[in-house]
Structure formats: C-alpha cells, structure tokens
C-alpha cells in the first residue's frame, strides 16, 4: 500500500472515529425532561388570565437556573407576566414545576391571534456543566369583547380568524355500560342460584304446604284462628289427596314416611283442632296471635320436608 493510500485510510478511519465519539456523546449527554400543560387556544379576551405549567425532569446532580426564567413584569405592550411559581421537589435532579401566570391587556377589535413567548430554561450542576432546553411560543386567539358583525358567521371572509365552536368531548361509556352489565348478570345469576338451592324454583316449591304457609303469612294483619286451622287442614288434605282426620294420621304418616319426625307435633295439631271446632268451649289458651306463629312454625317445617320429599 502506497504512502497516498495509506495516508487516506488514515483520514477515513479518523473522521469515523470521530462521528461515532459525537453520536455516543450526543447519546450520553443528559437532557431535561419537557411536558407542558397547556390553556385554551381560543376565547380570551381582554384582562384574562392565561397560565402555562412547565414540567420539568431534570438529570441527577442538576438544579434549574432561575436566570434562565423570564422575570415578571411587563412583556410587551399587551402581556405582562403577573407571576412565577416554582415548585421543586428536591435540591437537584428530579421533578420541578414551572408555573407561568399571564394576563392580557390588549382589547382586539376583531378576532386575533397572539403568541405567549418561548423561552429556553437551562440547568447547571456542580461540576459547571450547562444544559438546556426550548419551550415553544404558545398561540392562542384573542377575542373582541363586542362584535362589530353580528351577522357575519365562521368561515366568511372578514371573519377569517374566527375558530369553529368546540365540540363537546363525548364521555366514553362502553366501560361503565359492559361493568354495570356484568354486574347486574352476576347478581340475577346468583339470585336463581339462591332460589333454585332453596327450592323456590322446583315444583315443589308450590306444594300444599309452600301455598300454606305463604297464606298463613298474608293472614299475620288480622290473624283469625279458624281461617287459620283450616288453612293447615286443607295442605295436608291435598298432600294426602283426600280428607284427614285425626284417626288417618297414622296412615298419612305411613304413606308420606318425609313427616315421620313431625308425628308429634301434627297430631298436637289436630287434637287442637278437634278440640276447637267440635268441643262444646273453645280452648282456654286460644289466642289467635301466638296460634298462627305456631301455625306458621308447624307449616314451615313441613314445608322444608315437602321439598325434600
């Protein structure tokens, strides 16, 4: 290879060393973190107050230059900057907030667009290093306070720097609608579940003594013993498919084997009964209150073997 070649590889080689050290720099060079809270672009009128937040992220070991923030005061003959709040969480590096408070002092005839300046923000560390970083200008529209056209409409000619009406941002309900959806499914789910374990769903569930116990149930308002003694007669009637008697019990008991455990109780039942419709006195202890709650007793239990059966 000659000097000359040897002398060109040479250049090449340094000038691509050098374009990679400038691209890994580049890569390595820390930045400050940029969001802006922006206002409305449109509707502000003379002696409006416009903000803008500044959300800053800056690298470990880096604090904001406060020089480097416009001082407020006036900006120009329509803009004064009335305030600015800055908020920090820590001595350096980290989150800072940056708030600027405008307001307006410009009364525009007719539409008219206006700019918030930019700025560039800088921030130093200890070792002297100095980053930076632009904030763009803000444009917005200022608006006459009184039309001097009240006919004209958006989009004619000499109102050319009118914007559109804003449309209204629609709520999104297709998460609340599928929740509420899924909420009134899993509930009705679990109420036939309920109702099917209890046996409300089956058909026994309207057995004889199901109907007599929910009529015993309508009769607590104006309890009346008879009405009630020959409620419970007719659900063991229809359970039997013929007339019981106290004499039948045993062969009631012996075809419907589900009561057997009852046998006490219900033959209490129609000695009370016997005793209430065909003795010469009613029984002492007849009140009607406490014979329908111990009706409803001796049903209910019935009707728990009634579904079981």
């Given amino acids: 290879m000659s000097v ?140 006459p306070i009184l039309e001097l056209n009240p006919d004209a409409r958006f989009g004619d000619a000499e109102n050319d720097l009118l914007l559109a009406d804003a449309v209204p941002m629609r709520p999104a309900v297709a998460g609340p609608r599928w929740a509420t959806f899924a909420g009134l499914t899993i509930a009705l789910s679990a109420l036939l579940i309920w109702a099917w374990a209890a046996g409300y769903l089956s058909a026994r569930a309207r057995g004889p003594f199901a109907k007599a116990w929910l009529s015993l149930r309508r009769q607590r308002r104006a309890p009346a013993a008879a009405q009630a003694l020959r409620t419970v007669h007719r659900a063991f009637d229809e359970t039997a498919g013929q007339a019981v008697f106290a004499d039948d019990l045993d062969a009631f008991i012996a075809a419907h084997p589900v009561f057997a455990d009852l046998v006490d109780d219900i033959a209490t039942f129609f000695d009370f009964s016997r005793r209430y419709f065909f003795a010469a006195t009613q029984p002492a202890d007849c009140d009607n209150g406490e014979l329908l709650a111990g009706l409803e007793r001796l049903v209910r239990r019935c009707r728990k073997r009634e579904l079981n059966a």
Wanted: net charge positive; with cysteine.
């Fill in 4 to 143: 000359r070649q040897r002398s060109i590889v040479g250049v090449l080689s340094l000038i691509c060393a050098l374009l990679i050290w400038g691209d890994v720099a580049a890569q390595t060079r820390p930045e400050i973190g940029l969001s802006i809270d922006e206002p409305r672009a449109y509707g502000h009128v003379v002696g409006d107050r416009v903000q803008r937040a500044l959300h800053l992220q800056l690298p470990p070991g880096f604090r904001l230059e406060r020089a480097s923030l416009p001082r407020s005061g006036e900006q120009s003959y329509w803009l004064d900057l009335a305030a600015v709040d800055i908020r920090t969480a820590q001595a350096s590096g980290g989150a800072v907030s940056v708030r600027l408070d405008y307001q307006l002092f410009y009364a525009p005839l007719q539409a008219t667009r206006r700019e918030l300046p930019g700025l560039d923000l800088a921030a130093v560390n200890t070792g002297g290093e100095r980053i930076t970083r632009s904030v763009p200008a803000f444009v917005f529209t200022m608006s």
